[in-house]
């Protein structure tokens, strides 16, 4: 990494001199449907762009928009003002402050028909975010998350909120110190401190885990350029890039914690956003220079931009994308920026220390000055070869006139023809080797020391006297001191330790002329000729790479490697970047988004910044070498699985019935740098005897029998798809019941176990039927002997003696309720349930007789306002004789007897105990019987609750 002051000095010094490299602008054009301007974008962490609008926010995928709108409670729908995806949650803000959320589990499995009928899509609703504390209500300008998972919120007008996710903590100027409460954006930095911008300078706030906040500005005297902060970006490095309204932009170095200003003198207007590349490389929006480059060499105004831009993004394949004020959207593919020259057909090419390119055709040389090509030297000389040494000096090798040496400012340093002792005037390539430089002519190959120019007959320094006679295409020499000649008619010559071979056969494969050799980062070399397409040599073994491995074309003008390790490889219509470690090839032409004309033999060089740059039929090429990794294949996800017309949650279902077998999938192969060449491969395991590839993003299965199964897809964006990743979904379709084996045992046993069954409970049924027939026959008895027993029959008439003794016309009384007692159990005997207040009057002329025997030592109260529902006969009869026969009855120790009606389904007799010391004999009509009577004819139980001081049963009502 360059020093600061470097950094800076480099800024100003060579202010003017980047190439006018316009990019290939796409534009991305909502369908007549959505009807919404777009007013943010952002990418999520599955690849789609999310585009929030003044209706909702939409998801493309570049092919597809997907709708999610607000949910119809909110009658008026606010303009979206940040998008930001936390990995498993989609947040949204709102310019009136609301907060809209959507988790990913429900970004997918929904589906509906697009409002003109036309085509179906995808509609999902967001969910309102309502913590405890409520939301702002101002506009919502950002979120970010901390390394503690904290989520923060930033507004203008209100500050800055965290939330903990059990609180929300709120930062502003009054009470936290904070610079400003009016934000335009923020971000997480790598030590996961909050970066807010305001338009008064940067605070810098953490939180801890019991709520404790801190908070550090950043302003004037620190060095910030300018105290309104309109945006900022993170580097690779950990740097801060800020962007400010009227002092331009400025880089906060993480390490030094100092500010360096990229130019002093800004002219651009206010920066509405940045983006950065490689560390070094901004793409930035402006308020009056539009949209700005810059790579330490300066910055230049694109002469077309597409669109006044707002916003700039940088997705994941390394795509720039630009929202513009009108709303349309651009992206643009900078792995390869275009310039056409006012010269044609560059035949070399090469690049000074600062990155200043040089070039060389048929009409003369070539260097970038204040933003223009300037021609150096004699003109009309042909330029074939093009080398920068150590000494920072150019080295232009021309057809017929000799070599010239320049320094940078472009003056003429030495010339060196045949009477300097070259054997040919026509020099071919040349290349640093320690102290001296190689050079190949027609006439042979030379050597020439670097400090005194001094030509040394090849000869002298080579076992090998017929290899200084060689035409050479190329010389290259590798890091570890060989050097390397491509050869017409004698294959890849190697020159190491002073001795000399050649590489000319291999597996059978003839290798004769070689145009075209480059070394990778680890000291794999590898060269290309004619029809001999790519080869590659580990110092032991030769690999052959051809169509079958995904090159483009076996017709390779020139190989170059990027500062970052990647192998370039040039073509007649584009390019293949081949990754060594992997042997993954992208192609890059007009498909890709990249403008690109036929590239020269051996045309190449490789800045220090790790940029390749190309010598073009038009003009000059520049292959980004970026440091950052970015996808180099489309991101393939399954989107939703529907299963018999119904959205299926598929990952958590996974079973399916055996009627449930109509399976469709659809997928897709996120790759923005364009949609349309994606490819995918497909197969459900278990079914599908081999892939299936295809451009449809659908997968239909009906009628799929029982069994296991996979459905894997895989996409990719040039129809390869070994070492491809894929989306992969199991589940299992269930057998019906009666397809399997074990069903027949299982109805014969089951069937069997019924018959057994039956024919038990049918003979049970019948013995208890005739048990209680039984039972009823002699509880009938046994009440009949009770109430006509003689005892029974003396308490009555030594009753009625003393009544007729003291009240005849009482006495009278007396025996009709005796009469009317006996009556009733003559009547209902038979039957099995009678009314309750049949029941109640049984009862009552009962407790009447009673009564009338224990007078004041025996009080019954009956509290039945509405008798309703059935009883059992003469049940309430035996509970009120069943009290006084177990309790003492006398003035001092009364008997109180309560009937009631419990829910309206319940009769409750409750009494006191007094039990007696010596209990009378009992008959088998008791509690129990009566239970067991009542259970087998109503199948409910009665209750018999007693405790130290009542004894109650609860008899249910039929």
């Known amino acids: 990494m360059l020093k600061p002051l470097t950094f800076i000095f480099i800024f100003a010094l060579l202010r003017g001199f980047l190439v006018a490299q316009t990019p290939v602008f796409r534009p991305h054009q909502p369908e007549e449907w959505t009807q919404s301007k777009i007013k943010v974008i952002q990418q999520g962490h599955n690849g789609w762009i ?49 907060i809209a959320l959507l988790p990913e589990k429900k970004m997918a499995n929904f589906r509906y028909m697009r409002p003109d009928n036309t085509k179906e899509n995808h509609h999902g609703v967001l969910t309102i975010w309502q913590p405890e504390e409520g939301t702002p209500s101002k506009a919502i300008t950002g979120f970010a998350a901390d390394l503690a998972g904290n989520l923060w919120i930033s507004t203008y007008g209100e500050g800055l909120y965290a939330w903990t996710g059990k609180r929300m903590y709120l930062f502003n100027t009054s009470d936290d110190g904070l610079c400003s409460d009016e934000i335009y954006t923020m971000l997480s930095d790598q030590q996961g401190q909050i970066w807010v911008a305001t338009d008064n300078g940067i605070s810098v706030a953490t939180i801890g885990r019991e709520g404790q906040k801190t908070v550090r500005n950043l302003g004037l005297k620190d060095g910030l350029p300018d105290e309104i902060v309109t945006a900022l970006h993170k580097d690779l490095s950990g740097n801060i890039w800020i962007g400010t309204h009227d002092g331009g932009v400025c880089r906060y170095d993480a390490q030094g914690n100092t500010f360096h200003r990229i130019l002093e003198q800004w002219n651009y207007g206010e920066v509405f956003d940045l983006v950065v590349y490689n560390d070094v490389e901004l793409w930035i929006t402006t308020s009056e220079g539009g949209l700005l480059h810059s790579d330490l060499k300066g910055i230049v105004q694109l002469i077309k931009p597409p669109t006044k831009a707002k916003q700039v993004l940088r997705d994941r394949e390394g795509l720039l994308w630009l929202l513009g004020e009108n709303g349309t959207v651009f992206s643009a593919n900078l792995s390869v920026l275009h310039e056409v020259t006012s010269f044609s057909s560059v035949q070399a090419i090469c690049t000074e220390q600062s990155g200043r390119v040089w070039a060389g055709n048929q009409t003369g040389l070539f260097v970038q000055k204040s933003n223009q090509w300037v021609q150096i030297g004699q003109k009309n000389s042909n330029i074939i070869a093009l080398l920068r040494t150590p000494e920072n000096q150019i080295w232009a090798g021309t057809f017929g006139e000799g070599i010239s040496v ?42 020439v020391r670097r400090n005194t120019f001094q030509v040394i007959d090849f000869e002298t320094i080579s076992d090998h006297a017929e290899a200084a006679k060689y035409y050479v295409y190329k010389i290259f020499c590798d890091s570890k001191g060989r050097v390397w000649c491509c050869t017409d008619g004698h294959g890849l010559g190697v020159w190491e330790h002073g001795k000399w071979r050649n590489l000319t056969e291999s597996g059978g494969v003839s290798l004769k002329t070689i145009y075209s050799v480059v070394e990778d980062h680890d000291g794999r070399i590898w060269f290309s000729g004619d029809q001999t397409s790519l080869w590659r040599f ?44 992997t042997g993954h090839i992208s192609f890059l032409g007009e498909n890709a988004g990249v403008a690109i004309s036929d590239i020269s033999l051996n045309a190449a060089c490789t800045d220090p910044l790790g940029n390749v740059w190309l010598g073009t039929a038009s003009g000059v090429s520049r292959v980004a070498g970026y440091a950052q990794t970015f996808e180099i294949d489309p991101s393939t996800l399954i989107k939703t699985v529907v299963n018999v017309a119904q959205n299926i949650d598929f990952e958590h279902v996974h079973t399916f019935a055996y009627d449930q077998n109509h399976l469709i999938f659809e997928y897709a192969g996120i790759w923005l740098t364009n949609p349309t060449l994606v490819y995918y491969r ?89 048990e209680m027939e039984n039972e009823k026959i002699a509880a009938q008895l046994d009440v009949l002997k009770t109430q006509i027993s003689p005892h029974f029959l003396f308490n009555s008439f030594n009753t009625l003696i003393t009544i007729i003794e003291e009240s005849p016309e009482m006495a009278v009384d007396y025996v009709q309720h005796l009469a009317d007692f006996y009556r009733s159990i003559m009547v209902h005997r038979e039957k099995n349930f009678i009314p309750l207040s049949e029941d109640l009057d049984i009862a009552r002329n009962f407790g009447f007789l009673l009564k009338k025997r224990f007078e004041d030592a025996l009080q019954i109260h009956i509290d039945v306002p509405v008798p309703i529902g059935r009883l059992m006969p003469l049940t309430l009869q035996m509970l009120l004789e069943n009290a006084v026969k177990h309790n003492v009855i006398s003035k001092k120790q009364p008997l109180k007897i309560d009937i009631y009606l419990e829910n309206n389904d319940t009769i409750v007799v409750k009494n006191n105990k007094n039990l007696k010391i010596k209990p009378e004999p009992g008959t088998r009509f008791g509690l129990q019987n009566l239970s067991q009577r009542y259970e087998v004819l109503t199948g409910k139980k009665v209750v018999v609750e007693q405790s130290n001081g009542s004894f109650v049963v609860k008899i249910p009502l039929d």
């Open 50 to 98: 999310w585009m929030g609008t003044e209706n909702g926010v939409f998801r493309y995928d570049g092919l597809d928009y997907e709708y999610f709108s607000l949910p119809d409670s909110i009658s008026t729908a606010p303009n979206v003002s940040s998008i930001f995806d936390s990995g498993d949650t989609l947040w949204v803000g709102f310019d009136n402050g609301l």
């Open 406 to 447: 320049y320094d940078t400012a472009g003056k003429r340093i030495k010339r060196m023809t045949i009477s300097d002792g070259l054997p040919n005037g026509s020099i071919l390539s040349m290349e640093v080797v320690g102290d001296h430089v190689w050079v190949a002519t027609l006439g042979g190959i030379v050597v």
């Open 538 to 581: 580990d110092g032991v073994q030769l690999k052959q790479y051809t169509l079958k491995d995904h090159l483009h074309s076996t017709q390779i003008n020139s190989l170059a490697v990027t500062g970052h390790g990647q192998l370039v490889i040039g073509y007649g219509n584009g390019i293949d970047v081949l990754t060594p470690e």
């Open 682 to 770: 497909y197969k459900l395991d278990g079914f599908d005897p081999d892939w299936t590839i295809s451009k449809d993003r659908m997968a239909s299965y009906p009628n799929l029998p029982p069994g296991q199964y996979c459905f894997r897809v895989q996409s990719s964006e040039h129809g390869y798809f070994e070492q491809t990743a894929e989306a992969t979904y199991t589940f299992t379709i269930r057998k019906p019941f009666w397809a399997e084996w074990w069903f027949v045992l299982a109805i014969m046993a089951i069937l069997g176990t019924l018959i057994r069954w039956y024919i038990k409970v049918r003979e049970q049924r019948l013995k208890v039927v005739q």
